[in-house]
């Protein structure tokens, strides 16, 4: 059974509507994101009006009601640029509105003189370079980077602006080849190619929101909402993953607990506490180095994994982060005291994350024990120090 161009017509209005409508609905479920979906869901409804202006083209001059057809689409591709755009936060309205200055001049120009060579070919390459131009974002798109459901809408659209240059380029050589029989076979190609792209690039720009909001959710419960920092479940995870893709490159471990921080709540109140921990967050970000996975295990105690960095990198590190943190709480504004941090730093002989944890907390317990303020590096029998009682070691780190 063959359907004819008139059913595919209103199959594609139909599909629009459908696409266009659940888009406006999950607005509502994704207000982060309400925006970018409001601005694909005009895109739809642009697409509606020039389906239903091209069903009903011969109430009018047949230059002007193609003109306007191919303007009302290219508006849309447009908007669905932009969407794709504010992903990352841009927008392109002014190079947008040049765009379709140049379009209508063009028409009005040289359309009116050869209105069917421009519906059936010329018309085709300004959506063809607009729907590659939306692929290439969503390719360099830093937002949707890390997202599995990006290849396939960057499938998406660079197949629909591989379909428009073939109808530019390709097709115009089939019709001088085999006659103009292939212009109903393309348009009837065309029609069927819009149905699935009015599904698919939907519910592909669907996708990503959802994957999106699914990874924030994620990082959220694995972030520590005071500092920012990782929380100690994301460092579990994330530092075994380190350790396994090191590659054989040194790796570092950095444990450090607050000078006498208990001491700092109960004088000055848990809003200076708060403050400290937050100045100490960002001395860490400031002097950690790249690639560092930095983790609050809870209270006032932190944790650095350094990838790519040796026992005397990690030492100088740990040193520049308890020199910029002593500094940046004596001269924040408003605080009313000042705090420094000792530092165990694991001994290098130490790979597995237990291992590192153990002998980077005996440095630390030999930092306290030393006078506070200070980096220690553990050695392999320095372990042992880890044996002494509990309740001795937890004293000595609480005052």
Same mark, same amino acid.
């Given at each position: 059974m063959q359907i004819d161009l008139q059913?595919?017509?209103?199959?594609?209005? +139909?599909?629009?509507?459908?696409s266009a409508s659940l888009l406006l609905w999950e607005r *509502?479920?994704?207000?982060?994101?309400?925006?970018?979906?409001?601005?694909?869901?005009?895109?739809? /409804? &642009? /697409?509606?009006?020039? =389906?239903?202006?091209?069903?009903?083209?011969?109430?009018?001059?047949?230059?002007? @009601?193609?003109?306007?057809?191919?303007? &009302?689409?290219?508006?849309?591709?447009?908007?669905?640029?932009n969407a794709v755009a504010g992903l990352d936060g841009r927008q392109y309205v002014r190079s947008s509105v040049a765009t379709l200055s140049c379009l209508i001049t063009v028409w009005a120009i040289a359309g009116t003189h050869f209105p069917v060579v421009f519906w059936n070919h010329v018309s085709s390459v300004p959506i063809a370079l607009t =729907? @590659?131009?939306?692929?290439?974002?969503?390719? %360099?798109? +830093?937002?949707? *980077?890390?997202?599995?459901?990006?290849?396939?809408?960057?499938?998406?659209?660079?197949?629909?602006?591989a379909f428009y240059f073939g109808r530019?380029?390709?097709?115009?050589?089939?019709?001088?080849?085999? +006659?103009?029989?292939?212009?109903?076979?393309?348009?009837?190609?065309?029609?069927?190619?819009a149905v699935l792209y009015s599904v698919a690039m939907p519910m592909s720009f669907l996708m990503i929101i959802r994957e999106e909001e699914k990874l924030n959710l994620l990082r959220m419960s694995q972030t520590d909402q005071l500092t920012g920092l990782a929380n100690r479940h994301a460092f579990f995870e994330?530092?075994?993953r380190m350790l396994r893709e090191r590659c054989g490159g040194p790796v570092s471990l950095l444990a450090f607990d607050l000078d006498h921080?208990?001491?700092?709540?109960?004088?000055?109140?848990?809003?200076?506490?708060?403050?400290v921990l937050q100045l100490f967050a960002d001395a860490a970000r400031e002097e950690a180095?790249?690639?560092?996975?930095?983790?609050?295990? @809870?209270?006032?105690?932190f944790a650095a994994l350094l990838p790519q960095c040796d026992h005397s990198q990690a030492f100088n590190r740990g040193s520049a982060i308890a020199s910029r943190f002593a500094e940046a709480t004596a001269q924040a504004e408003g605080l009313k005291t000042r705090a420094t941090v000792s530092i165990g730093l694991?001994?290098?002989? =130490?790979?597995?994350?237990? @291992?590192?944890?153990?002998?980077?907390?005996?440095?630390?317990?030999?930092?306290?024990?030393?006078? %506070?303020?200070?980096?220690?590096?553990a050695s392999p029998n320095q372990l042992l120090l880890h044996s002494l009682a509990d309740p001795l070691r937890d004293q000595l780190r609480a005052i």
């Open positions: 059913t595919l017509w209103y199959l594609t209005v +139909g599909t629009l509507l459908v *509502q479920a994704h207000p982060v994101r309400a925006r970018v979906l409001g601005v694909l869901a005009a895109a739809l /409804f &642009l /697409f509606i009006l020039g =389906c239903m202006l091209a069903m009903n083209r011969s109430h009018f001059p047949v230059a002007l @009601g193609m003109a306007a057809i191919n303007i &009302l689409m290219m508006s849309g591709y447009l908007l669905v640029l =729907c @590659g131009l939306t692929a290439w974002i969503l390719l %360099r798109s +830093g937002t949707v *980077q890390q997202l599995r459901s990006r290849p396939i809408a960057v499938s998406i659209s660079a197949f629909h602006a530019a380029f390709i097709a115009p050589v089939l019709i001088e080849r085999y +006659g103009q029989e292939i212009v109903s076979i393309v348009a009837e190609v065309t029609m069927y190619e994330q530092a075994a921080f208990k001491a700092i709540n109960d004088r000055h109140g848990h809003p200076t506490g708060d403050k180095g790249p690639g560092a996975l930095l983790v609050r295990l @809870g209270g006032e105690e694991a001994a290098p002989d =130490c790979h597995d994350l237990s @291992g590192m944890l153990a002998s980077a907390d005996s440095a630390l317990y030999r930092a306290k024990a030393l006078g %506070r303020n200070r980096v220690e590096t």
